[in-house]
């Protein structure tokens, strides 16, 4: 067997046409000279969206127009030697997908899943002519990810996926070739697609990385590194240099979309460490994601929006984000509520003891009243009404994160 490959996941940007492809692939093939890669790929940016829609019959998408976007990427990737093969193959997964879309096998979920995995497996099949028109040998690996039954959100089955990699990753890395992995999909017990959800790629990365027993997995994306709040909320945003599984699955937990929460689990488990990079600014640092727990201090902000903040029996069946105590026989609980009006905005990392009170005072200066404040699993949790809660996100990041790195620095 040969050493244990770097794992590369390709987010559906970083694929997101021709020119992408091309960088996805450049990328890849450079780690590829000095060791073995397994590239694991994402649906063309809008693509799993697209696919969704086609079997909800919510979307006027076609498979005529699926595949036409991944042939248009395709001859722009792919040279005229590996153009053939790769437009049989996008051809082929078109008429494999209009089958599954005009007989549905299985139940509602399972069909659903079944269709939204085409995403991935169109990608795959790009990504590997564009690393052979590079001159890397690269061949598609499918679904080594086993997972149980439970279709849009599957749970990986870590021994199941080790053996399934034994027999479709490493012969291909064993051969000298890359091993192109479509993401977001795997196989239940019966071998049935499942999914592992939205945005669960980087979750197939860190699985495949722990079957194979990789030391390292980079998630390359559109931006570089977690920032220390959503750089779409926050303009000051800025990327964290590191941060503990902990500290990124909480923050995965509560708002930052470019990990998925379950990522950290696989790597947590086998101490393998996870790098965030941008593949458009290869040069920047981006954020490693390790066992270490870092300095005190609050190191990004999350935010959670949809709840409602209760009094509940302590019996009760309803869908709880976080009890904050208890009393008399009644909990007090934020609840999961779409329409409740109240966000949750988290400082997440190792607070220092003045922090909470700091961020209440700021709040207050603000003209935002806390509905409640205090430490929970989630980290300092201030319970704030929906309306302020994007400035609710800014005024804490300025108070806790900002002004505590200008302190270091001084
Ligand atoms: N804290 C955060 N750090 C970085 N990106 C974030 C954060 N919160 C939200 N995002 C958003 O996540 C996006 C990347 O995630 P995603 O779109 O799923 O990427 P990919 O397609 O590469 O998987 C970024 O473009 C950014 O808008
Ligand atoms: N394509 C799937 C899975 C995924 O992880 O995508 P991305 O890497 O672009 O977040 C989705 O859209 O949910």
Same mark, same amino acid.
């Given at each position: 067997?040969?050493?244990? *490959?770097?794992?590369?996941?390709?987010?559906? @940007?970083?694929?997101?046409?021709?020119?992408?492809?091309?960088?996805?692939?450049?990328?890849?093939?450079?780690?590829?000279?000095?060791?073995?890669?397994?590239?694991?790929?994402?649906?063309?940016?809008? @693509?799993?969206?697209?696919?969704?829609?086609?079997?909800?019959?919510?979307?006027?998408?076609?498979?005529?127009?699926?595949?036409?976007?991944?042939?248009?990427?395709?001859?722009?990737? /792919?040279?005229?030697?590996?153009? *053939?093969?790769?437009?049989?193959?996008?051809?082929?997964?078109?008429?494999?997908?209009?089958?599954?879309?005009?007989?549905?096998?299985?139940?509602?979920?399972?069909?659903?899943?079944?269709?939204?995995?085409?995403?991935?497996?169109?990608?795959?099949?790009?990504?590997?002519?564009?690393?052979?028109?590079?001159?890397?040998?690269? +061949?598609? #690996?499918?679904?080594?990810?086993?997972?149980? =039954?439970?279709?849009?959100?599957? =749970?990986?089955?870590?021994?199941?996926?080790?053996?399934?990699?034994?027999?479709?990753?490493?012969?291909?890395?064993?051969?000298?070739?890359?091993? /192109?992995?479509?993401?977001?999909?795997?196989?239940?017990?019966?071998?049935?697609?499942?999914?592992?959800?939205?945005?669960?790629?980087?979750?197939?990365?860190?699985?495949?990385?722990?079957?194979?027993?990789?030391?390292?997995?980079?998630?390359?994306?559109?931006?570089?590194?977690?920032?220390?709040?959503?750089?779409?909320?926050?303009?000051?945003?800025?990327?964290?240099?590191?941060?503990?599984?902990?500290?990124?699955?909480?923050?995965?937990?509560?708002?930052?979309?470019?990990?998925? *929460?379950?990522?950290?689990?696989?790597?947590?488990?086998?101490?393998?460490?996870?790098?965030?990079?941008?593949?458009?600014?290869?040069?920047?640092?981006? @954020?490693?994601?390790? #066992?270490?727990?870092?300095?005190?201090? /609050?190191?990004?902000?999350?935010? +959670?929006?949809?709840?409602?903040?209760?009094?509940?029996? #302590?019996?009760?069946?309803?869908?709880?984000?976080?009890?904050?105590?208890?009393?008399?026989?009644? %909990?007090? #609980?934020?609840?999961? =509520?779409?329409?409740?009006?109240?966000?949750?905005?988290?400082?997440?990392?190792?607070?220092?003891?003045?922090?909470?009170?700091?961020?209440?005072?700021?709040?207050? =200066?603000?003209?935002?009243?806390?509905?409640?404040?205090?430490?929970?699993?989630?980290?300092?949790?201030?319970?704030?009404?929906?309306?302020?809660?994007?400035?609710?996100?800014?005024?804490?990041? +300025?108070?806790?994160?900002?002004?505590?790195? %200008?302190?270091?620095?001084?």
């Amino acid at each position: 067997m040969s050493e244990a *490959p770097l794992v590369m996941k390709f987010g559906g @940007t970083s694929v997101g046409g021709g020119a992408e492809f091309v960088r996805a692939a450049q990328i890849a093939a450079g780690a590829a000279e000095s060791g073995p890669v397994a590239a694991v790929v994402s649906a063309m940016s809008g @693509t799993t969206d697209a696919l969704l829609g086609m079997t909800a019959r919510t979307s006027t998408a076609t498979t005529g127009g699926v595949l036409d976007r991944h042939l248009a990427a395709a001859r722009h990737a /792919v040279s005229g030697r590996f153009l *053939p093969q790769v437009e049989s193959w996008l051809r082929e997964l078109a008429a494999r997908l209009d089958r599954t879309l005009r007989s549905p096998n299985g139940s509602a979920a399972a069909h659903r899943d079944a269709v939204a995995g085409f995403g991935e497996r169109f990608s795959a099949a790009v990504l590997a002519g564009a690393l052979c028109s590079l001159g890397v040998p690269a +061949r598609v #690996a499918d679904d080594p990810i086993a997972t149980d =039954a439970s279709f849009g959100g599957a =749970a990986v089955d870590a021994a199941a996926t080790r053996r399934r990699a034994a027999r479709c990753v490493w012969p291909v890395l064993d051969g000298g070739a890359v091993a /192109v992995v479509p993401g977001y999909v795997g196989r239940a017990p019966d071998g049935s697609i499942t999914t592992l959800g939205r945005g669960g790629s980087d979750l197939s990365a860190t699985a495949l990385g722990r079957a194979l027993g990789s030391r390292e997995v980079w998630i390359l994306t559109d931006v570089s590194g977690v920032f220390d709040a959503d750089p779409d909320l926050v303009p000051e945003a800025a990327p964290v240099s590191g941060l503990s599984y902990r500290e990124a699955a909480a923050f995965a937990r509560l708002g930052a979309k470019v990990l998925h *929460p379950k990522t950290m689990q696989p790597a947590a488990a086998s101490g393998m460490e996870i790098l965030v990079k941008n593949t458009f600014d290869l040069g920047a640092p981006g @954020t490693r994601i390790s #066992a270490r727990e870092g300095a005190p201090g /609050v190191r990004c902000i999350g935010l +959670r929006r949809g709840l409602s903040l209760e009094r509940l029996p #302590a019996a009760g069946s309803r869908s709880v984000f976080c009890v904050l105590g208890a009393d008399s026989g009644s %909990v007090r #609980a934020l609840v999961e =509520a779409p329409d409740g009006g109240v966000a949750v905005v988290a400082g997440i990392g190792a607070p220092a003891d003045g922090d909470l009170l700091c961020g209440i005072r700021a709040l207050e =200066a603000a003209g935002i009243h806390p509905l409640w404040a205090g430490s929970t699993t989630a980290g300092l949790t201030f319970a704030v009404p929906d309306g302020a809660a994007v400035e609710a996100v800014r005024v804490l990041h +300025r108070e806790l994160v900002r002004a505590c790195l %200008v302190e270091e620095v001084a």
